[in-house]
């Protein structure tokens, strides 16, 4: 079956501090990876995918199929970047799963 | 272009009762997508309809049920309702069915509560 674990409730960091929001997924097959966030009163949108190996917002994603892992990193946290973050996974014509997300809080 | 939107924002059912959820999909969009999102949780897919046919269910129950209409609009309709179906109910559209990568774009949610 597929999971997705996020093993962070909530993780706090300073301004300027770099960030890592940790993503482990099991699933045997080639699975999609995402990153999507929720800021405060908005709607959950989708912030990276791993197939776009692309940077947002400064944020970056890796997917480690070594380590099954799709950890979301950011080297200089803003204050901005406030916000729950879900990790999410699909394949082929599965639905996405979504990990229970972790709370980024940045400090100023 | 117009945001996926939903209504209502808020409703408070009590058990037993039945409850219909709306959804407008995103100009351009045939799918929608619908999820259930208790608190502390991540979303957790409950069905999809493509196209107006169901594309793929999750493990609920079929007292949840769906359609979708011809101009893809969705509802999303939950007879029996139990204490456990208090949750935020989100509806995310998209082009093209499951089996594609394109992004799924989410509604602001309705947030029912069961007394």
């Known amino acids: 079956a597929q999971r997705v674990t996020q093993p962070e409730k909530l993780l706090s960091v300073f301004k300027g501090a770099p960030v890592e929001l940790k993503c482990n997924y099991s699933?045997?097959?080639?699975?999609?990876l995402f990153w999507y966030v929720q800021y405060s009163r908005q709607r959950l949108q989708l912030l990276l995918r791993?197939?776009s190996r692309e940077s947002i917002k400064g944020f970056t994603a890796d997917l480690n199929k070594g380590e099954t892992s799709f950890h979301l990193k950011k080297p200089f946290a803003q204050e901005e970047d406030s916000a729950m973050y879900y990790c999410a996974l699909k394949s082929g014509n599965t639905p996405l799963v979504f990990g229970k997300g972790t709370r980024l809080s940045v400090i100023a | 272009e117009t945001g996926v939107t939903q209504s209502p924002t808020h409703l408070i059912k009590t058990r037993g009762q039945q409850v219909t959820l709306r959804c407008s999909s995103q100009s351009g969009h045939n799918t929608v997508s619908w999820y259930q999102q208790a608190l502390g949780q991540g979303p957790q897919f409950i069905f999809q309809?493509?196209?107006?046919?169901?594309?793929g269910r999750g493990n609920f129950p079929p007292r949840f049920s769906g359609l979708q209409f011809p101009n893809y609009s969705s509802e999303l309709n939950v007879n029996a309702l139990e204490l456990d179906d208090s949750a935020l109910y989100l509806c995310?559209?998209?082009?093209?069915?499951?089996?594609?990568?394109?992004?799924?774009?989410f509604g602001p949610g309705t947030r029912l509560t069961v007394l």
């Open positions: 699933y045997s097959g080639s699975p999609e």
């Open positions: 995310a559209s998209s082009l093209g069915g499951d089996n594609t990568h394109n992004e799924q774009f």
């Open positions: 309809y493509y196209r107006e046919e169901e594309n």
């Open positions: 791993h197939i």
